[in-house]
């Protein structure tokens, strides 16, 4: 097979089946013009008024900005508290079940109490992320870290290494693949938790222009802000897939040169 | 785990819940905001007396079921059929690839404007939630057969129903729990998004009077029933895990250890 003929297979094998779909749909809408579900044509054609003007700094940078800073610390404290919990097996057996609770309760019920608790603003946005998304983090770090291979414990401690060299050398490193694991599902979590917390009770911020444009039957702007977040979702786990890939690019080779 | 442990994690659980007991007492945090565990615990087992309340645990409890019944399904079936199409599988993995990171929460104001505040929206939010989490898991399982038991089922001529059955289930059936596992899961929180954020009736609306209403010790109580409920919910999928997949090495290894 020629190389022209190859690139068209491919590009054939991504495309196809998407392009046959919004046909589909378009085909559908034309035949069966229906008020809840406009033509991909119309969606598209609202979607740049709607979200790339005075929008795209009044709710679309913000939620970015929350989801971000509710993120990272979730990572970061999940990360260290893990870490803290994992290196005791005392401490693995004093908080497992708690953590077992805690981990059950379903993040969003939680939107209502830091409400509560926290107020409307933006530090609340960001606790409820937070607090939703820190439980795989915590969970795949604590695992991963208990999982250190026991020869290289041994042979670290052989060559002296202790303290935040070894912490650094050999525990994180190990735990890495479980803790990027924890970190990819921590990631969807707090985009749900971002969109809710916007939806709950907020004046800005992308789930609450959708819920306001819902109210307002505005049904193609509507549709447009699901597609938004569609989209957000989509680019954020092709990020994360190329931090990903950097962060753990060792552990690949390495698993590629043993087998 | 062992006796030492399970007496481990008794004595952390007491911690916190002394904690919680006596922070709100000292006043360190106001009563308003973190009511003592015990009035908690006691406004648990007075909620727990209420018809209002088993009534809502029904609704959740019935939206869950069905949402995963019908997301299991549908993802079941259609993996397989990727499976069995040849060239399947390369022409929608852009699409899988697309559509599975889509936060089920965004249909939140379509499936309002469909269906309202009832059961419909919860099943919508589920089913879209679930059904990737075990899509997936089935296409991972389905890949994994062995390519020489599969040319050797060819070679006896078994035929498509039986490779289906004798062959192909059996591999992927741990991949599938696993996805069953998440998808359990994954059910019951948006069969409680869907009641808190759309009002259908359930535990999440319950929980969203209780805010609005002021009740703090009452919020607290149905978010630890909401707690309770999904570790038995993992408890009791992880037990038919272990009895579905008892003839698989890693179940046994597992039971001999």
Redesign the interface.
């Known amino acids: 097979m020629s190389r022209a003929a190859r690139l068209m297979l491919g590009a054939l094998?991504?495309?196809?089946?998407?392009v046959l779909?919004v046909a589909g749909w378009w085909a559908w809408s034309v035949w069966r013009p229906s008020f809840?579900v406009p033509s991909p044509q119309r969606i598209a054609a609202v979607f740049g008024d709607v979200w790339l003007t005075a929008r795209l700094g009044d709710d679309v940078l913000p939620s970015l900005v929350r989801l971000l800073a509710g993120y990272v610390l979730a990572a970061l404290l999940g990360v260290a508290l893990g870490t803290a919990i994992g290196l005791s097996g005392?401490l693995r057996?004093?908080?497992?079940?708690?953590l077992?609770?805690?981990?059950?309760?379903?993040?969003?019920?939680?939107?209502?109490?830091i409400?509560?608790?926290a107020g409307l603003d933006t530090a609340m946005k960001v606790l409820v992320i937070a607090s939703g998304a820190i439980w795989p983090v915590l969970l795949n770090t604590i695992e991963g870290v208990r999982a250190v291979d026991e020869v290289l414990s041994d042979t670290a401690r052989v060559y002296g290494l202790r303290g935040p060299a070894r912490l650094r050398r050999l525990v994180l490193p190990a735990a890495s693949p479980q803790i990027m694991a924890g970190l990819r599902q921590a990631l969807?979590i707090a985009?749900?938790l971002m969109?809710?917390a916007e939806?709950?009770a907020s004046t800005s911020g992308i789930?609450h222009t959708?819920?306001l444009?819902?109210r307002q039957f505005q049904?193609p702007e509507?549709?447009s802000?699901?597609v938004l977040?569609?989209l957000v979702?989509?680019l954020?786990?092709l990020a994360f897939r190329a931090l990903e890939r950097r962060v753990l690019h060792w552990h690949w080779h390495q698993r590629e040169t043993h087998a | 785990m062992t006796g030492r442990d399970a007496a481990y994690g008794a004595a952390g659980l007491a911690v916190l819940f002394g904690v919680a007991e006596a922070v709100p007492r000292l006043g360190l945090v106001s009563r308003d905001f973190l009511p003592p565990a015990s009035e908690i615990l006691r406004t648990l087992g007075h909620e727990l007396t209420t018809r209002q309340l088993w009534s809502a645990l029904g609704d959740t409890m019935s939206a869950w079921a069905l949402g995963l019944a019908i997301a299991f399904v549908l993802a079941v079936a259609l993996g397989t059929l990727i499976d069995a199409v040849p060239g399947a599988r390369a022409a929608t993995a852009s699409t899988v690839e697309f559509l599975r990171p889509i936060p089920s929460v965004a249909l939140i104001p379509l499936a309002t404007l469909l269906f309202g505040a009832d059961l419909g929206s919860s099943l919508l939010l589920i089913v879209y939630a679930a059904f990737w989490q075990v899509l997936i898991q089935v296409l991972y399982g389905v890949a994994d057969v062995d390519p020489v038991a599969r040319e050797t089922a060819r070679s006896y001529r078994l035929g498509h129903w039986t490779t289906l059955r004798r062959l192909v289930w059996p591999t992927a059936l741990p991949y599938v729990m696993t996805g069953l596992r998440l998808a359990a899961s994954v059910a019951f929180i948006l069969a409680v998004t869907a009641e808190l954020v759309i009002g259908s009736p359930g535990l999440g609306l319950r929980i969203q009077l209780a805010q609005s209403g002021g009740a703090v010790a009452t919020v607290y109580a149905l978010i630890t029933l909401a707690g309770i409920i999904g570790v038995v919910v993992n408890l009791a999928v992880r037990s038919l895990e272990r009895r579905l997949l008892a003839w698989h090495p890693s179940v046994r290894g597992e039971a001999a250890a």
Do not use: D, H
Request: hydrophobic letters at 60%; glycine letters at 10%.
């Open positions: 094998r991504v495309l196809g089946l998407p779909l809840y005392r057996a004093a908080t497992e079940p708690a077992e609770f805690f981990r059950a309760i379903p993040p969003p019920v939680l939107v209502p109490l409400m509560l608790v969807s985009i749900i969109v809710i939806m709950f789930g959708v819920v444009f819902q049904i509507m549709w802000g699901i977040l569609g979702g989509f954020l786990s």
